[in-house]
């Protein structure tokens, strides 16, 4: 495998951690227990989610296992809305480092996850960062539900759209 398929993925995941960075300093900041679904998590909960994708699955990729259950350091989740975009940068540019030891080679490695052997570039690429966009597209209409106005990820808001027109 060519370095091209590593370099992309740092890139497109350093390029969405920044996005959800600005989503997290969004939300509103007295609804961090706010939960729509009694079943579900709550939006401090979901916030923080983000960051433990990236800290178990780069462990679990880089160590050839995974072991959801470990208390990885760092990943404690922060209590208040203000602490969890901070909290994600640190968590993200700590996982980020980790995987800069990578080779391109490691990529086509398999890996057991979930009762199947995966790929650890698929891993990277599905369950770490299509994952990780999956529940930020959550995360915006959780925001939304809990009166906040998140900002646009792939193009402007509706807000920011009329912002403009203004």
């Given at each position: 495998?060519?370095?091209?398929e590593?370099?992309?993925?740092?890139?497109?995941?350093?390029?969405e951690?920044?996005?959800?960075?600005?989503?997290?300093?969004?939300?509103?900041?007295?609804?961090?227990?706010?939960?729509?679904?009694?079943g579900?998590r709550?939006?401090?909960?979901l916030?923080?989610h983000?960051?433990?994708?990236?800290?178990f699955?780069t462990?679990?990729?880089?160590?050839r296992?995974?072991?959801f259950s470990?208390k990885?350091?760092?990943?404690?989740?922060p209590r208040?809305i203000?602490?969890?975009a901070?909290?994600?940068?640190?968590?993200h540019?700590?996982y980020?480092?980790k995987?800069?030891a990578?080779?391109?080679e490691?990529?086509?490695?398999?890996?057991?996850?979930?009762?199947?052997?995966?790929?650890?570039?698929?891993?990277?690429?599905?369950?770490?960062?299509?994952h990780?966009?999956h529940h930020?597209g959550?995360?915006?209409l959780m925001?939304r539900?809990a009166g906040?106005?998140p900002?646009g990820?792939y193009?402007?808001?509706?807000?920011?759209?009329?912002?403009?027109?203004n």
């Open positions: 495998m060519s370095n091209m590593l370099e992309k993925f740092r890139s497109m995941w350093d390029h951690a920044k996005q959800t960075a600005k989503l997290l300093r969004s939300l509103p900041t007295n609804q961090y227990d706010f939960r729509p679904d009694p579900g709550s939006l401090g909960e916030a923080w983000l960051a433990e994708i990236d800290g699955i462990t679990g990729v880089l160590a296992q995974f072991d470990a990885l350091p760092g990943l404690e989740r208040s203000a602490e969890l901070p909290g994600y940068e640190r968590v540019a700590e980020a480092g995987l800069a990578m080779k391109p490691d990529l086509d490695r398999t890996i057991p996850f979930m009762g199947r052997d995966m790929r650890a570039g698929d891993l990277l690429w599905f369950v770490l960062l299509y990780l966009i930020r959550q995360l915006v925001c539900l906040g106005t900002p990820m193009g402007p808001s509706r807000e920011e759209m009329a912002a403009r027109a």
